[in-house]
Structures are given as structure tokens and as C-alpha cells.
């Protein structure tokens, strides 16, 4: 069983920087890779970024790409999301997921989800 807190979520305008954290539970921590998806209002939950158990590939949405960031401390039981350059259609909910490897976008495949934390970016 995995516990996912996250964390960081607020209120940004246009151009700016939020970085996400989400801090999972458990010892085993490093043998799951790591989604972030989010949703906006009126809208399915879609992928971000993932990122291997190890730390050594990430995975992006097209959307994001070249503004995103993912990246994870093992030692810490943390994965990060460092999201720059941030757009109005960045709004969403935020959530982080766990499974086990290897990563993917397909949000069904995921096991274990955080409920969430709120990012809204104003224009």
C-alpha cells in the first residue's frame, strides 16, 4: 500500500513558477514509477509527466514539454514537479500516482492516487 500527499498547489499568474511535491508513504517507495496527471474543470484527468523508478527516464505530455519538469529523491519518497513558464490552461488539479514499473501516460495503470492539489494560474 502507497500514500501520496501533495503539496505546492496555489495561485501564480501567467509567466511564473510553481514546483509540486507529492511524498509517498512506505518503504518501497523506489520500486515504483511516478505520474503526475491532472484535471481541469469539466474534463477527464490526463497525463504530465512520468518518471521511472530509478530516476533515469521521464516522460512528458506535448503540452508541457520544454515548461515541465519531473523528477523524484528516493531518500526522500518524493517526486517533484517543477512547472515554469505556466499558462492559464495550466489550471487544473494536480494529482501525483504510483505503480509499478514501468512508467506510462496511460492513467489506468496506475494503482495508487493523492487527492490532489489545486494550481491556478491567472492571465
Known amino acids: 500500500q502507497v500514500q501520496l500527499v501533495e503539496s505546492g498547489g496555489g495561485l501564480v499568474q501567467a509567466g511564473g513558477s510553481l514546483r509540486l511535491s507529492c511524498a509517498a508513504s512506505?518503504?518501497?517507495?523506489?520500486?515504483?514509477?511516478m505520474g503526475w496527471f491532472r484535471q481541469a474543470p469539466g474534463k477527464e484527468r490526463v497525463f504530465v509527466a512520468a518518471?521511472?523508478?530509478?530516476?533515469?527516464?521521464?516522460y512528458y505530455a506535448d503540452s508541457v514539454k520544454g515548461r515541465f519538469t519531473i523528477s523524484r529523491d528516493n531518500a526522500k519518497n518524493t517526486v517533484y514537479l517543477q512547472m515554469n513558464s505556466l499558462k492559464p490552461e495550466d489550471t487544473a488539479v494536480y494529482y501525483c500516482?504510483?505503480?509499478?514499473?514501468?512508467?506510462?501516460?496511460?492513467?489506468?495503470?496506475?494503482?495508487?492516487w493523492g487527492l490532489g492539489t489545486q494550481v491556478t494560474v491567472s492571465s
Open positions: 500516482a504510483a505503480k509499478r514499473p514501468p512508467a506510462s501516460a496511460y492513467r489506468g495503470s496506475y494503482d495508487y
Open positions: 512506505g518503504r518501497t517507495f523506489s520500486s515504483y514509477a
Open positions: 518518471i521511472s523508478a530509478s530516476g533515469s527516464s521521464t
